[in-house]
């Protein structure tokens, strides 16, 4: 590209990862749009002096299976494209996996690891059970609370795991602000971008060190795969390939094409489930069986002003508060027929499961529930269906739940 026009992220998503050396020469007979799975374990050496010359930690460079080969490198050299600020990033075989190298990769004995109150369940398992075996310590601390989480950092603080928006209660935090304190601390900031992506959030340019993604949910968008992303700046980048190389990470080739195949229509997957996901929050506002909206993508939904500023896209994953008790929410959910109900997200059909958060959860003052208990939440992924179609399994779900 001539000029200093830089693509937009749309653009980037279609063109990234197309190098011709692994396409083909462009135009000319035999080269094809996508780079073909390259399964291969043994990588061949030319003579003695090619294989002298391997670099285990190049990539692009063929040295033995485990280091990936053009399919796994076409995809991560496009994610890498996409986040602004990543030098490289690595592919992992799934989220969780990623998560713990990227926290293994920075954290020694001895070292503290802060953790956001509102993270993925398994990131709080990984910092308290799996890195206490290697004499790390771990604290949570309210995202929500920039002064508490200035007093919280300790000198041996090395890392703060975050996530905004919270992948079950929503809460945006700003990150800009907290990135700068773990920063004044000596503290590295690894974010959980899995919701926005960098196309909705661009990690690195607002301040983090780390963004880790599952790809499992939009980049795969198709349901079939599980993977996960480490992106990175040159320094970082080096200690997390080593740590996955030590822990034998690999993606196959196969499942790498599956991910570039969802890649290529991530904007306008995501767009469209924005837009579906903003309608339904909205129409949900307005309904007597809704105790809760917790959506920040609309106008007066918890953390939109955040969102707002920070954000350059949303997603169709939010959650709502019923205004019922458990069983009333179970005919609410077993009711619906658009809206699969199972974990992950972030595919191209609805889904919906029931959450609980404890009511002295330190950010939000839940609505009274009807057993006065447990906040009765559904969190609900919205897909590709017709908007209006949705809305009517929604319908027909709050009918159920009214019937006792
Ligand atoms: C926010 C978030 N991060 C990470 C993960 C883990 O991803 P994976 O299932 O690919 O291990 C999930 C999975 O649900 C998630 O919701």
Redesign the pocket.
């Known amino acids: 590209m001539s000029g200093p026009h830089k693509n937009k992220p749309a653009t980037t998503v279609v063109s990234a990862g197309r190098r011709s050396e692994w396409l083909g020469v462009p135009g000319a007979k035999g080269s094809v749009v996508n780079p073909p799975v390259w399964r291969a374990s043994t990588h061949l050496f030319e003579d003695c002096n090619d294989l002298a010359g391997g670099r285990p930690n190049r990539q692009g460079h063929f040295f033995y299976g485990r280091r990936g080969g053009p399919t796994q490198w076409a995809l991560g050299d496009a994610l890498t494209a996409l986040e602004p600020g990543a030098y490289a990033t690595e592919l992992f075989p ?4 990623a ?1 713990s190298v990227a926290m293994l990769a920075v954290l020694r004995p001895g070292d503290e690891v802060l953790v956001t109150d509102n993270a ?1 369940e ?2 709080i398992g990984i910092a308290a059970s799996m890195l206490s075996q290697f004499g790390v310590t771990m604290r949570r601390f309210d995202p929500l609370d920039l002064d508490e989480f200035a007093a919280t950092i300790a000198p041996n603080t090395k890392a703060v795991m975050l ?1 905004s928006p919270g ?1 079950l209660t929503m809460e945006v935090c700003d990150i800009p602000a907290l990135t700068a304190i773990a920063r004044d601390h000596g503290a590295i900031s690894i974010i ?1 971008n ?2 926005a992506t960098a196309l909705g959030f661009p990690a690195l340019e607002r301040g983090c060190d780390i963004s880790v993604m ?4 939009h980049v795969g968008g198709h349901s079939d795969l ?3 992303s480490i992106s990175a700046g040159e320094e970082l980048m080096g200690k997390v390939r080593q740590m996955a190389q030590f822990l034998g990470q690999v993606v196959s080739p196969d499942d790498a094409a599956l991910a570039l195949r969802g890649l290529r229509t991530l904007a306008v997957r995501l767009d469209r489930s924005t837009h579906s996901a903003a309608a339904i929050a909205q129409w949900l506002r307005t309904r007597d069986e809704i105790a809760q909206v917790l959506c920040p993508i609309i106008p007066g939904g918890p953390g939109h002003d955040l969102w707002s500023r920070d954000f350059t896209g949303g997603c169709g994953l939010f959650a709502f508060v019923l205004d019922t008790d458990k069983q009333g929410r179970a005919r609410f959910i077993d009711a619906l027929e658009h809206f699969g109900i199972g ?3 972030g595919g191209y059909e609805s889904l919906a499961v029931p959450f609980a958060a404890k009511r002295d959860h330190p950010h939000h003052t839940w609505p009274k529930c009807a057993d006065g208990q447990d906040m009765v939440g559904v969190r609900v992924s919205i897909g590709l269906e017709d908007t209006d179609d949705l809305i009517r399994d929604l319908e027909r779900g709050f009918s159920a739940m009214r019937d006792t």
């Open positions: 799934s989220g969780v996996a998560l993925y398994p990131t996530e992948s959980d899995t919701w599952s790809l499992t949910k599980m993977m996960g974990y992950s997200w």
